[in-house]
């Protein structure tokens, strides 16, 4: 089993920026990789970014890219996601998976189904 619990969550307003954290405790070793994804109110949970947890090679969802920041410290089993120049749209519960697929492909990281655990969320809220 592998538990994953987010942090950093907030309001702000547009423009700002926000960090998250994601802890990740149990069986750490069985994780190849650790993806944050986000759900609005009425919409389906899509993807924001994925890191692999040994390489530390990163894939994101185009329209984060160059705005968000995912990183990991693999001695505190803690993966990153640096929010900047936040938009009104980028509102929703954050959520952090771990996955225990490896895929030589990026675009499977893309994927719900590829994720096995997930955290509860955390919310953020950008207000215009």
């Known amino acids: 089993q592998v538990q994953l619990v987010e942090f950093g969550g907030g309001s702000v307003q547009a423009g700002d920026s926000l960090n998250l954290s994601c802890v990740v405790s149990?069986?750490?070793?069985?994780?190849?990789?650790v993806g944050w994804f986000r759900q609005a109110p009425g919409k389906e949970r899509e993807f924001v970014a994925t890191?692999?947890?040994?390489?530390?090679?990163?894939y994101y969802e185009e329209a984060v890219k160059g705005r968000f920041t995912i990183s990991r410290d693999n001695s505190k089993n803690t993966v990153y996601l640096q929010l900047s120049s936040l938009k009104p749209e980028d509102t929703a519960t954050y959520y952090c998976a771990a996955s225990g697929l490896s895929y030589p492909d990026d675009k499977y990281y893309a994927r719900r189904l590829t994720y096995g655990y997930w955290g509860q969320g955390t919310q953020v809220t950008v207000s215009s």
């Open positions: 890191i692999r947890w040994k390489s530390s090679r990163t």
């Open positions: 149990g069986r750490t070793f069985t994780t190849y990789a």
